[in-house]
């Protein structure tokens, strides 16, 4: 039988301690970039300046930096942030990552600096509807007019969640485990987004949605401000 650690809560601050203590473990289980985050990158000018909101270790941000653009990896995680740094700090083809520790509700950043933003898999872990709101709404104010985000979320009804569960969620607040070496199992905590949900949470954060899809058990938003 696996140990389970007791349950994290739904803070932001417990969000923060789950990936702390995950962190190396999810980053090696997590190297490959989503390939829906691919095409977006492909679509961004080079040398654009790049927000990647929950950037972790870098998954996505490496991407970002191999193909020109300059990178602002935000993150909770001060363990992510660093396996991240350490693994980058090597090779001159990722010098325009910069690393910084940050909540999503509140950018240390000031209004419309960047050109695009990243935020995969980030806003299902926000405890309350109005931190997913914030997030969005700081989302929108760091961005140039006309900047675009990619935002994904965590299908209510993906049939790998109720593998992970032993059957359908009976609501979309949950805990799933994460695995770790030694058998030990750490609940991280989600909100799964039920269809139309992310769709009025962009429309109340004034953002302007542009297409929606599903995609992998997620649900997908390409948003912008406006001009």
Request: neutral net charge.
């Amino acid at each position: 039988m696996h140990r389970l650690v007791p349950g994290m809560g739904r803070s932001k601050a417990d969000v923060r301690t789950t990936y702390d203590r995950i962190a190396e473990s999810y980053a090696q289980a997590k190297v490959e970039p989503w390939p829906e985050v691919v095409d977006f990158i492909t679509d961004i000018p080079a040398g654009d300046l790049v927000l990647d909101v929950g950037c972790g270790h870098g998954r996505h941000s490496r991407p970002l930096a191999l193909t020109g653009h300059r990178v602002v990896g935000v993150d909770v995680s001060r363990r992510l942030l660093s396996i991240g740094r350490k693994s980058t700090s090597s090779s001159n083809e990722f010098r325009s990552i910069e690393w910084v520790g940050a909540d999503a509700t509140a950018l240390p950043f000031p209004d419309r600096t960047f050109d695009a933003a990243l935020s995969i898999a980030v806003l299902h872990h926000l405890p309350s509807r109005d931190d997913r709101r914030l997030a969005l709404a700081e989302l929108r104010r760091v961005l140039q007019p006309e900047g675009k985000a990619l935002i994904s979320v965590w299908s209510f009804d993906d049939p790998q969640i109720a593998a992970r569960l032993g059957g359908p969620p009976k609501n979309p607040d949950v805990e799933i485990p994460w695995r770790l070496s030694d058998g030990t199992t750490v609940p991280r905590p989600y909100h799964l987004f039920r269809e139309g949900e992310l769709e009025q949470l962009i429309i109340d954060s004034r953002l302007q949605g542009e297409s929606f899809f599903r995609s992998g058990g997620n649900w997908f938003a390409l948003a912008r401000t406006n001009g």
